[in-house]
């Protein structure tokens, strides 16, 4: 069975600065992975996801991910923050072919000026 | 334009109840899917309709019932609603049943059982 961790739960960091929203995965077979974004009171948003192909993801706000298979991580970046990015993150996966979308716990993103 | 949307945005009520919240896309997407999102803003998969046929039922309690009466409409149902059932509910689409097309989320509706 599938299963998604993202180990840290809460990540504060300043305005301008890089952060690294961390996500490791199981799974036994191919699969396609997701990081959605959930601003305060709305719904989840998609930051990018992982197909196929080259393994460095770039998405919407300047945020890329890098699928790293030995490891089992897809890492969400971005190399400098804004106050706007103040966010709940979450890492999802699915097996190749399958409907289903499984998600990691979330991190919160707080970012202070 | 909303993509997809809920209502009711808010749903307080108390236990026993029988409540209903309702989707639609406007996307023209085929596949839709309810979602639960508890306190600690875990997100599951409770089901998922492709052109009006279930695809995906998660082990939900029967109390739960969605319904899709066309592929741009999926309400869900909840009978003798329990105090355990209070949590975030977003609904989602997506343009078809593989997993590699992109997920289209609700603004959720926020059910509180008292």
């Known amino acids: 069975a599938q299963s998604v961790t993202q180990l840290d739960s809460q990540v504060p960091v300043f305005e301008e600065a890089p952060v690294e929203l961390r996500c490791n995965y199981s799974s036994s077979v191919s699969v396609y992975l997701f990081w959605y974004v959930q601003y305060p009171n709305q719904g989840l948003q998609l930051l990018l996801k992982y197909l196929s192909g080259s393994t460095l993801v770039k998405g919407i706000n300047g945020f890329e991910a890098e699928f790293n298979k030995s490891q089992t991580s897809f890492h969400l970046r971005k190399p400098s923050v804004h106050i706007s990015d103040t966010a709940e993150y979450f890492c999802a996966v699915s097996e190749g072919g399958a409907q289903k979308l499984v998600f990691g716990q979330g991190t919160r993103l707080t970012i202070n000026p | 334009d909303t993509a997809v949307s809920q209502t009711p945005k808010y749903l307080v009520t108390q236990m026993g109840n029988d409540k209903s919240i309702k989707c639609e896309q406007n996307l023209g997407h085929d596949t839709m899917y309810w979602y639960k999102q508890d306190s600690k803003k875990f997100l599951k998969i409770m089901f998922s309709y492709n052109n009006k046929e279930l695809i995906i039922n998660e082990t939900v309690p029967n109390r739960f019932s969605p319904k899709s009466p066309d592929k741009a409409h999926l309400n869900l149902h909840i009978n003798s609603l329990e105090l355990g059932d209070s949590a975030v509910y977003f609904c989602?689409?997506?343009?078809?049943?593989?997993?590699?097309?992109?997920?289209?989320f609700g603004p959720g509706t926020r059910l509180t059982v008292l």
């Open positions: 989602a689409s997506s343009q078809a049943r593989v997993l590699a097309d992109t997920q289209y």
